[in-house]
């Protein structure tokens, strides 16, 4: 996967997340999760789900209540070991999926990586961006790293991440703590906050970068035939 296809489509998902209501609201791996289950068009053990995602028992448990008291998936005993709980998704989880990647796709700009694909192919790219968690950190990280400047101001990082400002501005609060970033006020300005790698953050970056670019969008597995 091509770092900025990953970028193009987690900044179209943040800003659909933000106009869905809050008590429908899903977050990026709760949709990968659906989108998963989607493509695979088979039930998925709950441990292979967690494995996918390099989730915890509780986490993966928690992604799971909250699919499921949405009627989006539906969960069962697995066929030889009632031990084992298995997913799948339900006729409402498709209809999520489709409506939830047709308005990712809407919200990538024209001349954007992926701005020309399909709703569905954007459903099989998050089932793949799922297996790699990024915080907001992270994509802040990334934010900077793909740009074409040194540098970016915090209300750039909004626009390129497709994020709330105080949830950029927090996590480069956070980063900068942890000298991932370094703040410096631009040139002439009295409030403008410009932020920029540090060679440690770029190291960072390159890391995910790394990860991400590793990552293969698999196609819609075939049912067999009778």
Same mark, same amino acid.
């Given at each position: 996967?091509?770092l900025?296809e990953?970028m &193009?489509?987690?900044?179209a998902? !943040?800003?659909?997340?933000?106009?869905? &209501? &809050?008590?429908?609201?899903?977050?990026?791996?709760?949709?990968?999760?659906?989108?998963?289950?989607?493509?695979?068009d %088979?039930?998925?053990?709950t441990?292979?789900i967690?494995?996918?995602?390099?989730?915890?028992?509780?986490?993966?448990?928690?992604?799971t !209540?909250?699919l499921a008291?949405?009627?989006?998936?539906?969960?069962?005993?697995?066929s030889?070991?009632?031990? !084992?709980?298995?997913?799948?998704?339900?006729?409402s989880?498709?209809?999520?999926? %489709?409506?939830l990647?047709?308005?990712?796709?809407?919200?990538i700009? !024209?001349?954007?990586?992926?701005?020309?694909?399909?709703?569905?192919?954007i459903?099989?790219?998050?089932?793949?961006?799922?297996?790699v968690?990024?915080?907001?950190g992270?994509?802040?990280?990334?934010?900077?790293?793909?740009s074409?400047?040194?540098?970016?101001?915090?209300?750039?990082?909004?626009?390129?991440?497709?994020?709330?400002?105080?949830?950029?501005?927090?996590?480069v %609060?956070?980063l900068?703590?942890l000298g991932?970033?370094?703040?410096?006020r631009?040139?002439?300005?009295q409030?403008?906050?410009?932020?920029r790698?540090t060679?440690t953050?770029? %190291?960072?970056?390159?890391?995910?970068?790394?990860t991400?670019?590793?990552?293969?969008?698999?196609?819609k597995?075939?049912?067999?035939?009778?």
């Amino acid at each position: 996967m091509d770092l900025r296809e990953y970028m &193009s489509v987690r900044r179209a998902y !943040n800003i659909v997340r933000q106009k869905v &209501s &809050s008590d429908e609201r899903l977050t990026f791996e709760e949709y990968a999760i659906l989108c998963r289950l989607d493509v695979a068009d %088979a039930p998925i053990k709950t441990s292979a789900i967690a494995e996918y995602q390099g989730a915890l028992r509780p986490t993966m448990t928690h992604r799971t !209540n909250h699919l499921a008291g949405l009627g989006y998936i539906e969960r069962g005993e697995g066929s030889t070991d009632r031990r !084992n709980v298995v997913c799948s998704i339900s006729d409402s989880g498709r209809e999520a999926v %489709a409506n939830l990647s047709a308005l990712t796709r809407a919200q990538i700009p !024209n001349g954007k990586a992926l701005s020309r694909t399909s709703a569905d192919r954007i459903c099989k790219y998050v089932d793949a961006m799922g297996s790699v968690f990024c915080k907001a950190g992270d994509l802040v990280l990334l934010g900077i790293y793909t740009s074409d400047e040194e540098s970016l101001t915090i209300m750039k990082l909004v626009d390129v991440l497709g994020l709330l400002q105080p949830t950029v501005s927090m996590s480069v %609060a956070s980063l900068a703590d942890l000298g991932l970033v370094e703040r410096e006020r631009e040139t002439g300005g009295q409030h403008t906050t410009c932020v920029r790698l540090t060679d440690t953050g770029r %190291a960072r970056a390159e890391s995910l970068a790394g990860t991400i670019q590793s990552v293969v969008v698999r196609r819609k597995l075939r049912k067999p035939r009778d």
